[in-house]
């Protein structure tokens, strides 16, 4: 069974920046990785994929331009990057893994992805 540890949340106001971190407890090679987010009374969804074997990004429309996904080939960590916080990305930031050589289009979904982190609370107060 494969572990996604994740770390790097936190509070900051509006306009911050936070940086998460996901690292899986071994090497699982070539993955789809990604991150979601479930904000209170909302349902998960998809923020942002990294495409091993391409190094292809994707991100959900509301976190384009603020937001980077990287990958570090020697740990397999993935970072998300994220700058110019909104009150409306307080979530509880979900890192997810599948052993894919693609990302595809069903990122988006949860139920495609194999293994999940715990999670990682970041708050953005006004």
């Known amino acids: 069974q494969v572990l996604l540890v994740e770390s790097g949340g936190g509070s900051v106001q509006t306009g911050g920046s936070l940086r998460l971190s996901c690292t899986p407890s071994e090497d699982i090679g070539g993955v789809c990785m990604g991150w979601f987010r479930r904000a209170p009374g909302k349902e998960r969804e998809g923020v942002a994929t990294y495409e091993a074997r391409t190094s292809d990004t994707s991100y959900a429309d509301f976190v384009k331009g603020r937001f980077t996904i990287t990958r570090n080939s020697a740990n397999n960590t993935v970072v998300l990057e994220m700058k110019s916080l909104k009150p409306e990305d307080t979530a509880m930031y979900y890192c997810?893994?599948?052993?894919?050589?693609?990302?595809?289009?069903?990122?988006?979904?949860?139920?495609?992805?194999?293994?999940w982190g715990q999670g990682t609370q970041v708050t953005v107060s006004s």
């Open positions: 997810a893994a599948k052993l894919s050589w693609l990302c595809g289009t069903r990122w988006r979904e949860e139920e495609w992805w194999r293994y």
